[in-house]
């Protein structure tokens, strides 16, 4: 069995990694950790890298008792001619300390006269991926992860890492003034994780390119040849020159095409999504920014209204054009301050949560809302849908996942 490390937003993770091995059985899973069962090391480590909401994965040993965590420790740095350094992290609410696991392991190491170091700068805090990275847990010594529950103990070791340093550095460029609107590249990771599936060739396509971050990804990742429209010659003219000093700089191998098309009115050139695209992942605009000092129900409505008529067009004429592959988008919903006349050291920090009710009629007249998760994982959603937060802002993400009646 191979166990998941999640990140806190659990529910994306999971959707993640259920999408990507549908045919993998959920052994167990909780906010911090899942379970996959049937699921070998080496089909993993293929495709890992295209996990991005997983911060790292590893194998279990199951223990009798606390203690036996020391013999597996001993017996692995013996394979280790000179110094062994290694790492031990905790998970679940045990009532062991993790500085009493450390102390334990320095001790025997010293009893048995064995070179070795943990690599834990805190006793008490579990190594986050740049240090396991950075001290060399996953390519030369070991990173140890013990897990306790109330009845039972598992131990061993990590084999694969989020590099979250190196993912840091995936900004290509883009010009700053509209990063306002940018999908976050992890959001649409974890969408394009969600729609793929093995049926699919390699097309992906994008009515509205913005700042490409869903298909650069998407190309990065499993497509091909990635397909973009937008109605902006602006947003049409930068996505061309950026994409091929993208290509050229990264020597990456993709094919793009990219037209001017207003997505209100799709059918007019309809050769993108007619001939090529498997799947559509997108994102319009959430609207205007709003922040706590102007936000207001009323300027909710109306951006509600505005993006309503788009949408109704949009996707009538998706099913106009017997558009049959999956479609994962993203709407925006928003939180109202519950006290927004207050000074701002006094406002209650949740807010009232406002949904674009109008689009939940407008998907259920043109598509039929696919589950992102079995009804056996006992996932709770909101109508199907995800929710993708972010600390600090007002205006959130709605992610659907769909297919046109
Ligand atoms: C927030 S961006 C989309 C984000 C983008 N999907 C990404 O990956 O970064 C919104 C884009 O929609 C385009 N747009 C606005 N109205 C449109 C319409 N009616 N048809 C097509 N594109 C439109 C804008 O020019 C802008 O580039």
Redesign the pocket.
Known sequence: MIWFLLWREFKLSIAEIVNIFPDKKVFFYDKQILILENLEKTEILEIAKNLWWIIKIFEVKKLESKEEFLENLFLEANNFESKFNYAINIFWNSKTKLSELLKKSKRIFKEKQKSARFANNDLNKNLSSAQIINNKLLTKWWDFNFIASEKQIFFWKTFWVQDIENYSKRDYEKQTDMQV???PPKL?QMMINIGKNNEMKDNIY??????????IEASLMWFKNVYW????DR?VETSISNLRKLKNTHSLDFYFEIVK????FIHEENILIEKKADLII?????WEVMTQNNISEKRIFEQRERLKE?YERFFSWLQKLNFSWIIIICFPFWELPLSNSLPKGERTKIGRYIYFEEIYNILNKYTEIQKIFSDDLKLETKVWSLLYKREKQLVWREIFKLKIK
């Open positions: 609107w940018m999908l649409s994008d009515p509205f390119v913005g700042l490409w971050t869903i298909l429209s937008d109605i902006s947003m098309q207003n997505a209100k997108t994102e319009w605009y959430l788009l």
